[in-house]
């Protein structure tokens, strides 16, 4: 075992003590598990396609840099973006097992990324080795689970102002003011929401022009968060 190898190793298990799927477990240990099993790391550069819709899913897929991106596309050919998974988060956990254990979307990388696959049998043997990795796992599919089914019915059964003002009144919160810069562009949004980008830019200038917020670019203040609150159907 090289140096440097063992040098990179260690960094990507200091990396790992954050993920929720090794919530309860310092480095030593997780350091300790990946030496007695075999895994394998992948690198993808930016906007290459690390899994097709519907190939299978046969390891349990932990980001250990960098973050990727899943889409959809519908019969227009036009992309909906679904979900941001970020550094030491998991790959579509819930499709590991159950009947159709393949990848309903595209995942796409944002930028350079490493990804640490561990196959079926050998992630079932550190589960029944470490039951914590167990309800961490279950944890991981619930939470994932609760968010998409948020986001069915922000995305879904919202208007796209409604989508806008949940987004802004969302970062508001995390940053604990009212003037804050956006973290993604129209563009961004618009394959989120799945609508097209002048519609987004349309509900931008709509609430600038009641005075419900202000913007420069994509800096944003909210004026009413009571106005921008009744926004969200």
Same mark, same amino acid.
């Given at each position: 075992?090289?140096?440097?190898? $063992?040098?990179?190793?260690?960094?990507?298990?200091?990396?790992?003590?954050?993920?929720?799927?090794?919530?309860?477990?310092?480095?030593?240990?997780?350091?300790?598990?990946?030496?007695?099993?075999?895994?394998?790391?992948?690198?993808?550069?930016?906007?290459?396609?690390?899994?097709?819709?519907?190939?299978?899913?046969?390891? +349990?897929?932990?980001?250990?840099? &960098?973050?990727?991106?899943?889409?959809? *596309?519908?019969?227009?050919?036009?992309?909906?973006? /679904?979900?941001?998974?970020?550094?030491?988060?998991?790959?579509?956990? &819930?499709? *590991? $097992?159950?009947?159709?254990?393949?990848?309903?979307?595209?995942?796409?990388?944002?930028?350079?990324?490493?990804?640490?696959?561990?196959?079926?049998?050998?992630? %079932?043997?550190?589960?029944?080795?470490?039951?914590? *990795?167990?309800?961490?796992?279950?944890?991981?599919?619930?939470?994932?689970?609760?968010?998409?089914?948020?986001?069915?019915?922000?995305?879904?059964?919202?208007?796209?102002? &409604?989508?806008?003002?949940? $987004?802004?009144?969302?970062?508001?919160?995390?940053?604990?003011?009212?003037?804050?810069?956006?973290?993604?562009?129209?563009?961004?949004?618009? %394959?989120?929401?799945?609508?097209?980008?002048?519609?987004?830019?349309?509900?931008?200038?709509? +609430?600038?022009?009641? &005075?419900?917020?202000?913007?420069?670019?994509?800096?944003?203040?909210?004026?009413?968060?009571?106005? +921008? /609150?009744?926004?969200?159907?």
């Amino acid at each position: 075992m090289s140096f440097v190898w $063992y040098f990179k190793f260690k960094n990507m298990i200091t990396k790992l003590v954050n993920s929720p799927f090794f919530v309860g477990f310092n480095k030593e240990q997780i350091l300790e598990i990946f030496e007695s099993i075999h895994y394998s790391t992948s690198q993808y550069k930016k906007n290459d396609i690390i899994c097709r819709a519907g190939d299978d899913v046969r390891s +349990l897929m932990i980001i250990s840099k &960098g973050n990727v991106r899943t889409e959809m *596309l519908d019969a227009t050919g036009s992309i909906f973006r /679904m979900d941001d998974i970020y550094v030491t988060q998991i790959i579509g956990p &819930g499709f *590991l $097992y159950g009947d159709n254990n393949v990848f309903p979307v595209n995942v796409v990388s944002n930028c350079d990324v490493s990804i640490i696959s561990i196959q079926k049998k050998t992630f %079932e043997y550190i589960l029944a080795k470490h039951p914590k *990795l167990m309800i961490n796992y279950l944890n991981v599919i619930s939470n994932k689970t609760q968010f998409l089914s948020q986001k069915i019915k922000n995305v879904f059964l919202q208007s796209i102002e &409604g989508k806008i003002a949940i $987004y802004l009144l969302k970062i508001a919160k995390q940053t604990n003011s009212m003037e804050f810069e956006m973290e993604h562009s129209q563009t961004w949004l618009a %394959e989120r929401f799945n609508v097209a980008r002048p519609s987004i830019a349309r509900v931008f200038s709509h +609430l600038k022009s009641k &005075g419900i917020i202000d913007s420069d670019k994509k800096i944003i203040k909210i004026l009413d968060k009571r106005e +921008l /609150m009744r926004c969200v159907n």
